[in-house]
């Protein structure tokens, strides 16, 4: 099973209420790809960015009562000053959060991409917990690991390859 630590058929069913545009990004996408990586302890998403789309995802995550989830803070998170609006996410590039339903990250553009409408093009719609989701490419996935560099990022590269290579094989 897929992230320990999040439930994420609820922050899917609570996207798919307020009807957001996301694409899942990151270790969730590599994931639900099926490629034997360490299960990932959030989910990362990438948000359509349009002003109404940012609305509906605050509506998402004051639902789920998001707050900042901050290296050794508390664990249920810190309060967000004003609260999560949709100004708030446009000025946001990249943001920890934690939600009832487990920690999540907002990436308004991952490493390697220039956000939403460039991993749109390659998205794959998969089924999870008996809904459809937004899944970045593997490609996409390797292409955003490669650019972040990230110690944890390039131990799954290997991985990720090898499930590409036998996937197109």
Do not use: C
Not at 95 to 106: N, S, Y
């Amino acid at each position: 099973m897929p992230t320990p630590d999040v439930d994420a058929s609820a922050i899917i069913r609570a996207f798919a209420r307020h009807k957001v545009q996301y694409v899942v990004i990151g270790g969730f996408a590599a994931e639900l790809h099926q490629v034997a990586i360490p299960p990932t302890r959030d989910m990362d998403v990438t948000p359509e960015p349009s002003a109404s789309n940012l609305k509906r995802l605050a509506k998402a995550l004051r639902e789920l009562n998001a707050r900042f989830r901050v290296p050794d803070g508390p664990p249920g998170g810190v309060e967000i000053p004003g609260g999560v609006t949709a100004t708030w996410l446009s000025e946001m590039v990249t943001t920890t959060l934690v939600t009832e339903a487990g920690p999540l990250d907002i990436a308004m553009r991952p490493d390697g991409t220039t956000g939403y409408d460039d991993l749109d093009e390659s998205v794959v719609v998969m089924r999870y917990g008996g809904m459809d989701v937004p899944v970045a490419s593997l490609i996409d996935v390797i292409r955003s690991k490669e650019a972040a560099g990230r110690e944890k990022d390039i131990r799954v590269l290997p991985a990720l390859r090898a499930h590409l290579r036998l996937r197109n094989a």
